[in-house]
């Protein structure tokens, strides 16, 4: 764990081809290993970082090994902050995320897939593609507080601090 | 970059069972597709599909076990999944394919529930 007011920031850069997504998921967990996590917030924290980098890859950077997909881990005393970033050259992002009906891609009635981004918000506290991206890319935050009750803070639950006793997701 | 898998197929007291050793993402789907549909048509009816604990799955991994539950399905096989860690047991329910496929933490508990034996 981190002491207070301070961060500590991993930044990856990997080639848009699928395969590599593998080297940002185990760098996240090494990250959030050194942050005391669970290991069942760790794998729920790499099957996330996995599938937020594959769709930029495939996706933002239609599998074009020559491009570029950024990947910033930045961690303080709180959370994990994971912001992925591509080129933005394929397709836009989704305006809204479904849970899958499984039983409609077995009876053949919806296509099969598309389970990416609706995996990613079960697993993490805070998942959503950042607006304004002047760079002309995607972008797309993942955080993951260290506390359960921490999940949604206020500028209230900042200040004043408050002893918590109830979480269990260190 | 290619992640390889490792597919193999054996019998064991009535039961096919397609080991996986390697991450299951888009670079397994021939692999076990061909797997499967070679069992299938040797007349495989129960089928397990055995993971390491360690190796890992993605969505795009997840979609190529929803397309052969709906083969299963149409064949009228019972699949079986064995191996699995808790994080994938939990995904696996959460999906929604623990309604086509059994889940037994270990290969001996599946065989042993086709044989009647839990």
Not at chain 1, 48 to 57: F, L, P, R, Y
Request: with cysteine.
């Amino acid at each position: 764990m981190l002491p207070p007011n301070t961060t500590r920031v991993v930044e990856l850069k990997i080639p848009s081809e699928l395969g590599y997504e593998r080297v940002a998921r185990e760098a996240a967990a090494t990250v959030a290993r050194r942050l005391g996590f669970t290991p069942e917030r760790i794998e729920e924290l790499k099957t996330a970082v996995d599938e937020a980098c594959t769709n930029a890859i495939r996706h933002g950077g239609k599998s074009d090994a020559r491009m570029k997909v950024v990947v910033v881990l930045t961690a303080d005393e709180t959370k994990l902050d994971i912001l992925v970033k591509d080129p933005g050259v394929g397709d836009s992002p989704p305006v809204e995320v479904l849970a899958p009906d499984i039983q409609a891609q077995v009876e053949g009635r919806n296509p099969k897939g598309g389970l990416g981004l609706w995996l990613i918000r079960q697993m993490v506290d805070e998942a959503y593609f950042v607006e304004d991206d002047k760079s002309g890319g995607n972008q797309f935050r993942m955080i993951i507080y260290r506390v359960a009750d921490e999940k949604h803070p206020t500028p209230e639950d900042i200040s004043p601090p408050e002893v918590d006793t109830g979480g269990s997701r260190e | 970059m290619i992640d390889d898998i490792q597919v193999t197929v054996r019998f064991e007291r009535g039961a096919t069972i397609i080991d996986l050793a390697g991450d299951v993402t888009t670079f397994a789907e021939e692999a076990i597709n061909k797997a499967y549909q070679d069992t299938s048509s040797n007349g495989a009816y129960n089928i397990i599909f055995n993971f390491r604990e360690n190796d890992y799955i993605n969505s795009a991994g997840i979609a190529i076990l929803i397309g052969i539950v709906t083969e299963a399905r149409k064949r009228d096989q019972r699949l079986l999944m064995t191996g699995l860690s808790s994080h994938f047991q939990k995904i696996f329910r959460m999906v929604g394919l623990t309604q086509y496929a059994d889940l037994y933490p270990t290969l001996d508990e599946a065989l042993a529930s086709l044989e009647g034996v839990e």
